[in-house]
C-alpha cells in the first residue's frame, strides 16, 4: 500500500488533494506511531511535582530531573513541561445582549499629542460604541473637557439620526468625579 506523499508525488498534485479525496473514499487515514522521547521516563515525575508545587519553574524542574538521570536538553524540556503544567481554569466574561439602539458605550481614547504652533496639545478621541451593531462613531478633540465630551455626544447622535436608550460610562472623569466600591458619584 502506498503512502499519501508517494501517491502525491507519482501523480504531481498536492498531497493535501491525496488525503481529501482517500478520506472521501472512506479510507482511514494511518496514524503514525508515537516516537518515544528522552523524556517520557520522567513524566510521572514531572506531573507528580507539579501537582505538589503548581508554581514550581521549569528551570528548576529540569535541574531535579538531571539530578535524576536526565539527559535532554533544557528547552526541549521546558517545551514539554509547559504542555504537562496543569492550566488555570479561564475566567468566565458576561457577554452583553442588547436590542438595536438600546444601548451605547462611552469612553475617552488617548493618541499621544499633536504640535500647534509651539505647543504640545493631547489628541483625545471621543468614541461611542453601539452595543447591538458594534458601529463606532468616533471624533478627536485637543481636551477631555465637559464641553468637548458633550459636543461628542451631540455628534453622534447627527451622525447616526438618533440616540440609544441606555448609555454606558466606564469610569471616566467627564462623567464619573469618584467611585468608592459600588458607590459612584457621577458629574452633574
Known amino acids: 500500500?502506498?503512502?499519501?506523499?508517494?501517491?502525491?508525488?507519482?501523480?504531481?498534485?498536492?498531497?493535501?488533494?491525496?488525503?481529501?479525496?482517500?478520506?472521501?473514499?472512506?479510507?482511514?487515514?494511518?496514524?503514525?506511531?508515537?516516537r518515544t522521547s528522552i523524556i517520557d521516563p520522567y513524566i510521572p515525575f514531572i506531573l507528580e511535582t507539579l501537582a505538589h508545587y503548581p508554581r514550581l519553574t521549569a528551570a528548576r524542574l529540569y535541574t531535579m530531573a538531571v539530578e535524576r538521570g536526565f539527559s535532554g536538553g533544557p528547552s526541549h524540556f521546558r517545551a514539554q513541561v509547559a504542555q504537562l503544567r496543569p492550566r488555570k481554569p479561564s475566567e468566565a466574561y458576561l457577554r452583553l445582549r442588547t436590542l438595536p439602539g438600546e444601548q451605547s458605550q462611552v469612553d475617552w481614547g488617548h493618541f499621544g499629542s499633536v504640535q500647534i504652533g509651539r505647543a504640545r496639545r493631547p489628541l483625545m478621541a471621543f468614541v461611542m460604541v453601539l452595543s447591538w451593531s458594534r458601529q463606532i462613531f468616533l471624533r478627536f478633540y485637543l481636551n477631555q473637557r465637559m464641553e468637548?465630551?458633550?459636543?461628542?455626544?451631540?455628534?453622534?447622535?447627527?451622525?447616526?439620526?438618533?440616540?440609544?436608550?441606555?448609555?454606558?460610562?466606564?469610569?471616566?472623569?467627564?462623567?464619573?468625579?469618584?467611585?468608592?466600591?459600588?458607590?459612584?458619584?457621577?458629574h452633574p
Open 1 to 34: 500500500q502506498w503512502g499519501v506523499h508517494t501517491i502525491a508525488v507519482q501523480l504531481g498534485i498536492h498531497h493535501t488533494t491525496v488525503d481529501r479525496v482517500l478520506s472521501q473514499a472512506g479510507m482511514p487515514k494511518a496514524e503514525r506511531a508515537r
Open 148 to 186: 468637548s465630551f458633550l459636543r461628542g455626544h451631540v455628534a453622534a447622535y447627527d451622525a447616526w439620526g438618533s440616540l440609544p436608550r441606555v448609555l454606558l460610562y466606564d469610569n471616566l472623569k467627564s462623567a464619573v468625579l469618584e467611585r468608592r466600591g459600588d458607590a459612584i458619584r457621577f
